[in-house]
Antibody, heavy 124, light 106 residues
């Protein structure tokens, strides 16, 4: 059974930092692209970052580029998101999602499994 | 930037067919997928690659995609289908989600 368990969320002041983790099990983590998708309270979904199975390719939404860093440790089956210079508009539930590539469409995916999410609140 | 437009809400009676649309420029040239999300829960994939159902998703969920519109159809809608539904497509390697549709089963 595929399981994704996020942790690391919490309350942080504007300008602060947090590192989110996503522990994966039930599939071959090292072969799987992964993504972080967030959802602000009462709002829709936004993919903020993605990483290839090897870790050699990464993606960042313009809204987080230069502030967030995605990484993975295949020895620990864990995905990370380091978030710096946090802003009030980064307040959201952050989900990690297993990403399955779409055949014939490079760097495009569907997200077949999602974690339960971890809430990040940026406020003074 | 690319945008996907969904109606904010759709209502359906139990046992009837619900259709939720997702519109975007030449969306039919891309693959669309659909997620179902109940309050306080994570999104759940119900349709991928326009019309494929993941294992465990009931047959009453189906999808189509042509022209500028992708459609999620729920046949014989049940009370348990009441949720928010989001479409997803990709443009220039960027994931684009629709704004979501709240399905109410009256």
């Amino acid at each position: 059974e595929v399981q994704l368990v996020e942790s690391g969320g919490g309350l942080v002041q504007p300008g602060g930092s947090l590192r989110l983790s996503c522990a994966a099990s039930g599939f071959t983590f090292s072969n799987s692209a992964m993504s972080w998708v967030r959802q602000a309270p009462g709002k829709g979904l936004e993919r903020v970052s993605g990483i290839s199975g090897s870790g050699s390719r990464t993606y960042y939404a313009d809204s987080v580029k230069g502030r967030f860093t995605i990484s993975r440790d295949s020895s620990k089956n864990t995905l990370y998101l380091l978030m710096n210079s946090l802003r009030a508009e980064d307040t959201a539930v952050y989900y990690c999602a297993k990403s399955v590539p779409l055949t014939g469409y490079p760097q495009t995916y569907y997200f077949d499994y999602w974690g339960q999410g971890t809430l990040v609140t940026v406020s003074s | 930037s690319y945008e996907l437009t969904q109606p904010p809400s759709v209502s359906v009676s139990p046992g009837q067919t619900a259709s939720i649309t997702c519109s975007g420029d030449k969306l039919g040239d891309k693959y669309a997928c659909w997620y179902h999300q109940k309050p306080g829960q994570s999104p759940l994939l119900v349709i991928y690659q326009d019309n494929k159902r993941p294992s465990g998703i009931p047959e009453r969920f189906s999808g189509s995609n042509s022209g500028n519109t992708a459609t999620l159809t729920i046949s014989g809608t049940q009370a348990m289908d009441e949720a928010d539904y989001y479409c997803l497509a990709w443009d220039s390697s960027t994931a684009v989600f629709g704004g979501g549709t709240r399905l109410t089963v009256l």
